[in-house]
């Protein structure tokens, strides 16, 4: 396959795309957090990581902070009606390797999937099992060199867990959502956080960072 630097619907929309990833990212104080962390530690230096996720302004931020951590990132959507052209016009400014289309019909959104994976990664971030069953198919070639990956849905985990049942799973990833007790922990959380009335927007990011990382611990050691 001929794969270009990106694909997206006009490349002249960045400028409003990158406003709406500078907006999220200023609100998102645990992923500055962790973004930073990235940056000294560069985890990801060398390694290419492919991402299928729902392309918006939050997951841009995502997908620049593995880059700013070292890695180079190819980045596709999960569903095309949730791509937003402008957000991934922005990233495919920067550099990055980015396919996907807002409405694209079936054939092109399993193109620009193949497109992300033609990158040759040494992991995934799948949202729904996409990637995963490409993988499992036509293009299980590229599975020898991956590192691992992960799952962020409870759909996605289902489709990996049929595989496993079947003797017929290659990837060793991690399920996001897959334990439904960890779940809805996670979403209680969340929850309790919410409580506090748009605390991302009015809580100093130092505060709210504590808050959500102690009790993000207590649910690993619990689980773990």
């Not at 991402?51 to 995502?62: D, F, N, P, Q």
């Not at 991934?88 to 193109?111: C, F, K, P, Q, R």
């Not at 959380?189 to 504590?210: C, T």
């Amino acid at each position: 396959m001929n794969v270009p630097m990106y694909d997206v619907k006009d490349i002249s929309l960045a400028p409003s795309g990158m406003k709406k990833i500078e907006w999220a990212y200023n609100n998102m104080p645990v992923l500055r957090a962790i973004e930073a962390e990235l940056i000294k530690e560069q985890p990801f230096k060398g390694l290419k990581i492919s991402v299928s996720v729902h392309v918006e302004a939050k997951t841009a931020c995502l997908a620049r902070a593995l880059a700013r951590g070292g890695a180079d990132v190819a980045l596709t959507g999960c569903n095309p009606l949730s791509t937003q052209d402008d957000v991934a016009a922005a990233l495919a400014s920067t550099g990055m390797h980015v396919y996907t289309i807002h409405g694209d019909n079936e054939e092109e959104y399993v193109n620009h999937l193949k497109m992300a994976l033609c990158f040759g990664p040494d992991i995934v971030i799948d949202d729904g099992g996409d990637f995963a069953m490409l993988l499992h198919s036509e293009m299980s070639d590229l599975v020898p060199n991956l590192l691992g990956g992960c799952e962020e849905t409870t759909t996605g985990v289902h489709r990996l867990e049929i595989l496993e049942k079947e003797g017929k799973l290659l990837l060793i990833g991690d399920g996001m959502n897959g334990d439904f007790l960890r779940l809805v922990k996670v979403d209680k959380i969340i929850e309790e956080l919410e409580e506090f009335d748009f605390v991302p927007l009015n809580m100093p990011s130092g505060v709210l960072s504590q808050e959500l990382i102690s009790q993000m611990s207590e649910l690993y050691k619990e689980y773990n």
